[in-house]
T-cell receptor
Framework: KQEVTQIPAALSVPEGENLVLNCSFT??????LQWFRQDPGKGLTSLLL?????REQTSGRLNASLDKSSGRSTLYIAASQPGDSATYLC??????????FGQGTRLTINP | NAGVTQTPKFQVLKTGQSMTLQCAQD?????MSWYRQDPGMGLRLIHY???????DQGEVPNGYNVSRSTTEDFPLRLLSAAPSQTSVYFC?????????????FGQGTRLTVV
């Protein structure tokens, strides 16, 4: 059974710092890994999808990597801004199987 | 391209009432699913569908029904609302292969049962 763990559960950093959020998973035969952000009281917004054959994806200040051999993914946020404050969720899934969620990292960027 | 659209955004029900939460997607995705999100519990899968005419139960299906008569729509029915069903409900959709497998979520329905 796939399990997804995100560490840390919460992170608070000053504005402008580069930071890394971590996600680990138990089954290395994953198909896809996707990062989302969720703002309080809002839905989940897709940030990046890494397909099983890929090693990383980039969008603006965000870069996500996938290392299936070690069962890890990282989300790198460059030059953090207060607007980046949100909960970040790591999700894995395979084919028609259900999404498996991590518990999330609650990120606060202090001005 | 509207993505995943959920209606209503807010709803208050009395115990015992029934209602339908609507979910529609315009991306021709095969896979659609419903989740509920409660404080400290994360997202829990209620029901899902891998195509029109095919539905299956998730982790917490009791008290809910679904149907998938078209690719686009996946309504969730509360048969007889209970206070324990007070939650935020999210609908999600995705394709099954390649880049189309990126999952998208609706903005949620905040349901209160009194």
């Amino acid at each position: 059974k796939q399990e997804v763990t995100q560490i840390p559960a919460a992170l608070s950093v000053p504005e402008g710092e580069n930071l890394v959020l971590n996600c680990s998973f138990t089954d290395s035969a994953i198909y896809n890994l996707q990062w989302f952000r969720q703002d309080p009281g809002k839905g989940l917004t897709s940030l990046l999808l890494i397909q099983s054959s890929q090693r990383e994806q980039t969008s603006g200040r965000l870069n996500a990597s996938l290392d299936k051999s070690s069962g890890r993914s990282t989300l790198y946020i460059a030059a953090s801004q207060p607007g980046d404050s949100a909960t970040y969720l790591c999700v894995t899934f395979q084919g028609a199987q259900k999404l498996v969620f991590g518990q999330g990292t609650r990120l606060t960027i202090n001005p | 391209n509207a993505g995943v659209t959920q209606t209503p955004k807010f709803q208050v029900l009395k115990t015992g009432q029934s209602m339908t939460l609507q979910c529609a997607q315009d991306m021709n995705h095969e896979y659609m699913s419903w989740y509920r999100q409660d404080p400290g519990m994360g997202l829990r899968l209620i029901h899902y569908s891998v195509g029109a005419g095919i539905t299956d139960q998730g982790e917490v299906p009791n008290g809910y029904n679904v149907s998938r008569s078209t690719t686009e729509d996946f309504p969730l029915r509360l048969l007889s609302a209970a206070p324990s069903q007070t939650s935020v409900y999210f609908c999600a959709s995705r394709g099954l292969e390649g880049a189309k497998s990126e999952a998208f979520f609706g903005q949620g329905t905040r349901l209160t049962v009194v």
